[in-house]
Nanobody, 127 residues
């Protein structure tokens, strides 16, 4: 699965951005999807995830109430709406796809829970 993330950029603290991740695969709806981020010198960390049919969403505590993950399977695209951005949200954001394993809900927040990764898009939040 090829994933293409876009929508990153420079924004002031308190602002908003919407990231998109498009897949060229017609089987996009077969995958659970996730967003991770990696700040400079830091490990990649979980941000949000959504099940293949979109009925369940999961969030890291640090973004809960500010970020919203959604998907449009007809457009083969997953989104991450980011509001009330903080300087600590600065990172490269990656989208990822997970095969529909029955135990995925046990590790949706881990890098190992995903099988395919996009190239990342930079988000910089200035104070």
């Amino acid at each position: 699965v090829q994933l293409q993330a876009s929508g990153g950029g420079l924004v002031q603290a308190g602002g908003s951005l919407r990231l998109s991740c498009a897949s060229s695969e017609g089987t996009f709806s077969s995958y659970h999807m996730g967003w991770f981020r990696q700040g400079q010198g830091k490990e990649r960390e979980f941000v949000a995830a959504i099940t293949w049919h979109g009925d369940s969403q999961y969030y890291a505590e640090s973004v809960k109430g500010r970020f919203t993950i959604s998907r449009d399977n007809a457009k083969n695209t997953v989104y991450l709406q980011m509001n009330s951005l903080k300087t600590r949200d600065t990172a490269v954001y990656y989208c990822a796809a997970a095969l529909r394993r029955s135990d995925w809900r046990g590790y949706y927040y881990e890098v190992r829970g995903y099988d395919f990764w996009g190239q990342g898009t930079q988000v910089t939040v200035s104070s």
